[in-house]
């Protein structure tokens, strides 16, 4: 299996959580209790979120299941991939595979761009969300700069898999190439040495930069390995000098509080046995580095310090995700208040007793020895939360529903599902099956010479 | 201009206050022949100044305007402390009940008036450490008027010419206001008057999230005012660190402050008594109306009126008057301190610039403004209190830094006492246990940084602090923490090894 291997390639010294984990991996191992069966079911059934969701005749994907919800730009990257990996599991046919991709990047290449605010994207980048069925931009949202990075990794993807001769691949190929092209990084660098989160036509760039760690390493990769309007190197260096290298329960890492910010860039790339200037220096990869942070949410999870509901050594992650407010309880004699959709994080929070399953299972290929009991417990324990596209998207056993009038075992439930958790499930199951995704995006010549750019070395670049 | 309003109300506190830093009777001396040292501003850098002048034997001539005490006395340190305080009282209160102390009458009941009453009382009683009086009889001669050099070694105050050795101008820095259309016409309160309230403003804007609008934001939100705050960056405190940053945020919004981030104040209206605050956000624009308006936008030195070319002390209007490293400014005779010339505007700065002063302009001394370590704190609930250097300052020096992080959830004292909101991070330079810098995210963070500050000034690293004994239990525990998990990096794995097979060998 691929993921024996894993830990055979961390040349690194031990964190002690790793040590404490390597124990728990081998009565996984022994008792067999998590089935590739489950995992294969649980990744059917969330890819079924991109088949019956979407909108055929564009291509467009909600960003949650809520009524009227509009389409997230990254949600449609995620489709995109997505649909490799149907192909390969057999979730869908090739031939539908390349329609539904298709008519997503023909929508995306002929939608209109231009500074008016009422259009679908602008420099080549796309609004957040649009309008499920015109395209347009929806809710005076921005022009999203990582939004739009996993939009063009969606359709980077699609080109790499579906390069055969045939006139509708070719097609793919060539739209998701100009795609590529067309979008203008270094305007979304507006003069500074980051990137902007992103830009309004009523009030311009927003206040907020690509700074400190985050989920765009992607971002950079791709904006460095444009070939028209490429970041200059010096990005990716002021990028990281926001970085902040933590020592926290005994572990060191590089520092992100929400656990989707350790995982949503490695959904798309292979970081292991690559390193940048940053990493070589600390003498482990990117995804030795979300494998620790990982274990610290659990760690975390087992400590508890606010006394959650529920928490524990199989039930942990706290990443963005649909919550239980705006609300404000008093719990044990304490206010607390509790969030609606927020990024929550540890250690220092903001942490409202919300567990997301999503960011447990997205953590699969770095620490299956914690994953799966988690898979395993909240399969059993938390079965409420498995509906018809797998895994609701989060739960606050802590947060009484109102009209339980009391905290249940699993309190409040999502009764939403989001394509932003959805994608990396099925991904990030393939990666750890198989190795799949990764090894379709090392084709993607962009992000490798963007992840040259960026200093990255080593492994299979 | 800088005020030279007096206190209000005028009440026996207010009166005894006014007493002590501006005797309304007091008669400027006849000026000496000539100065050691001639001090303009008798805040905390020309009271430090004086006092160590006179002290050692100098001549020494001290000259305020207005309230001696500066700021720190007068309109910031003391006042927001002890209205912090009850504000504190009043949180705990209303949290009592997670203690297991019921209190019957809910909600909680202030007595505005007499929260600042108190501090009036206080205030007043803490004013006879900086009165004219004290300085006077530790040797000053206390002049009180406008002072206005004449020359590049005298000036005048009163009437009367001071001729001068050296001078040190210390006069300090005023709120700044910002160019808000409507915002003179409806009148608003900074940190020079909003002590000077004795009944609450039930709705309250609060504009600049600094540490004073931090502060005051919270403090008269638990007081039971309903605050809006707006910030124009995306966090308060924009130059802490960012997590602390957000911790604090998420408490400023669970305790019921309606907070705008990313947003400007456009324009300020009058309707009737209320006050039409439109703040805009990403292109939205929506009203408030609010019935006072508290400005913390940042403070302008207090270079007016001094006739500085007069004396060729080079200055401008945004950074004060110019010094450098030594704190002398372009008149090698003259010399800058505090808030009028520094970067970082503390009492505590002001303090240890003064005393740099002392020793550079009169004992030939060559100390450096550089070489010092200075902590400050903002003192919202719970507290954030940091020293040294951030990470990205030393990562963008190209220090290789890591972090040390002991989140007080996990302190058993914290833990106890509810307080679990915070943490102690401890920066130190990769490859050595040098602590380049701190922040403490605590109730009490500001009790708590000067054990790291001191590390630093003495040249303590983690292995030393990891041998303190510190009393269990204390939240001041998660320092040594930190330096315990410090110690604990150092054990390599043929350490281990070796520690491993000497143990079986000895068992």
Known sequence: MFQSSYFKLQPYSPCYLCVLCASVVNICEKSGYMTEEILHELQRDTFDFFMHETNPANGLVPDNTNSGAPSSIAAVGLSLAAYTVGVERGFMARAEA???????????????????????????????????????RAWKCELSTIDTTFLIAGALAAAAYFASDSEDEREISTLADALFRRVDWRWALNGKATVAHGWKPESGFLNYRWEGYNEAILLYALGLGSPTFPLPPESYRAFTCTYQWENLYGCDFLFAGPLFIHQLSHVWIDFRGIQDEFMRAKGIDYFENTRRATLLQQQYAIRNPLEFEGYGEHCWGLTAGAGPGPATRRIHGMQRRFYSYEARGIPYGPDDGTIAPWAAVASLPFAPEIVLPAINYINNIHHELLSEYGYLCSFNPTFANESQG????TGWISNAYYGLDQGPIVLMIENYRTGFFWQL??????????????????GWL | MHSTAEPLPRDQFNTELVSQVRPPDWQNPEPADRYNMVIIGAGTAGLVTAAGVAGLGGKVALIERHLMGGDCLNTGCVPSKTIIRSSRVAQDIREAEAFGV????????????????????????ISHHDSAKRFQQLGADVFLGEARFVGPDSMEVAGKRLCFRKAVIATGA??????????????????????????????????????????????????????????KHPQFLPLEERDAAQILGRVLERDGIDIRLNSGVEQISVSGKEKLVAVVSDGNKQTIAVDEIVVGVGRAPNVEGLNLEAARVRYDTEKGVWVNDFLQTSNTRIYAAGDVCLQHKFTHMAEAAARIVVQNALFLGRKRVSALTVPWCTYTDPEIAHVGMYVTEARQKRIDVKT??????????????????GFVKIHIREGSDKIIGATIVARHAGEMISEISLAMVAGVGLTTISTVIHPYPTQAEAIKRAADAYNRTRLKPWAKSLSTRWLAWTR
């Open chain 1, 441 to 458: 995006m090392r084709r993607c010549h962009y992000l490798a010479t963007g992840l040259r750019r960026a200093g990255f070395r080593g």
């Open chain 2, 174 to 231: 005023r709120p700044m206001v910002p160019p808000i259309p409507g915002l003179a016409e409806a009148g608003y309160l900074t940190n020079e008057t909003v002590f000077n309230l004795t009944k609450r403003p039930e709705r309250l804007a609060v504009i600049g999230g600094g540490p004073l609008g931090c502060e005051l934001a919270q403090a008269f939100c638990r007081l039971g005012c309903r605050v809006t705050f707006v910030q």
């Open chain 1, 98 to 136: 390349s329609q539904r991709t298709l008519a997503a990047l023909r929508f995306f290449w002929n939608s209109p761009q231009g500074p008016e605010p009422d259009v679908t994207g602008y420099k080549g980048f796309f609004y957040h969300f649009l309008d499920m069925q015109t395209g347009r």
């Open chain 2, 404 to 421: 040390f992080t002991i989140p007080l959830g996990d302190v058993d004292r914290a833990i106890t006492d509810g307080e679990g909101d």
């Open chain 2, 102 to 125: 019921h209190v019957p009458y809910e909600p909680v009941q202030i007595d505005f008036a007499s929260v600042m009453e108190r501090m009036r009382r206080l205030r007043a009683h």
């Open chain 1, 406 to 409: 009391e905290t249940g075992r």
